[in-house]
């Protein structure tokens, strides 16, 4: 079992609409959690954190369910340049390393 | 402008004939990593290093080599590549290890490697 488990998607979706991600990690001893974003062709770029208590950046929510370890991104009011492929990541308890899962496709179509 | 630099950003080779990959930060980051990506399989940490000359093995080292002798600088060595290190390869760095918390790391563009 992978460490980090995304689906893959792709999950295409109409300009305007609300989309969620789920990733789950098998890791419990796991600390921190982001979400990078991957545009095509293009390096991984922070998108946010994931906080337990939720936290929220504009049209993006992130949030952290630690009993069932997983964590979501909800966006909100897609736009075509949300388009890309959302990495999930773990830092593991030793905190040299991030664990990243293989992402997962999104596609807006206007 | 704070970079990360990957040189080739493309290559094709043959099987057993040796490559570099640079990588160069201008950030005076200490820890700095390289990563593989492959389709389905995501991005897997290859070698990864906290500081000059301290470098430690990832999750996929095998057929690979590192070296830090200076801060800014991080090579990937293919001694002798093989079809399976056909991938997506990036260098990436953070501020230190304490920093990785936070979760930011800065990625170059990416090296993509053929090995015929």
């Known amino acids: 079992r992978k460490e980090v488990e995304q689906d893959p998607g792709p999950f295409n979706v109409p300009e305007g609409a609300t989309v969620a991600f789920n990733c789950t990690y098998s890791?419990?001893?796991?600390?921190?959690f982001f979400w990078y974003r991957q545009d095509c062709r293009k390096e991984p770029k922070l998108l946010m954190s994931v906080y337990s208590s939720g936290n929220e950046d504009g049209r993006f929510t992130a949030q952290l369910n630690r009993a069932s370890q997983y964590i979501s991104l909800l966006i909100r009011d897609s736009k075509l340049s949300d388009s890309a492929t959302y990495l999930c990541?773990?830092?593991?308890?030793?905190?040299?390393?991030?664990?990243f899962g293989a992402g997962t496709i999104l596609r807006v179509k206007s | 402008e704070a970079q990360v630099t990957q040189n080739p950003r493309y290559l094709i080779t043959v099987t057993g004939k040796k490559l570099t990959v640079t990588c160069s930060q201008n950030?005076?980051?200490?820890?700095m990593s390289w990563y593989r990506q492959d389709p389905g399989l995501g991005l897997r940490q290859i070698y990864y290093?906290?500081?000059?000359?301290?470098?430690d093995k990832g999750d996929v080292p095998e057929g690979y080599k590192v070296s830090r002798k200076e801060k800014r600088n991080f090579p990937l060595i293919l001694e002798s590549p093989s079809p399976n290190q056909t991938s997506l390869y990036f260098c990436a760095t953070a501020g230190g290890v304490g920093t990785l918390n936070t979760g930011e790391l800065f990625f170059g563009e990416g090296s993509r490697l053929t090995v015929l």
């Open positions: 290093s906290m500081n000059v000359e301290v470098t």
């Open positions: 890791n419990s001893a796991s600390q921190s």
């Open positions: 990541v773990v830092n593991r308890r030793n905190g040299n390393k991030l664990v």
């Open positions: 950030m005076n980051h200490e820890y």
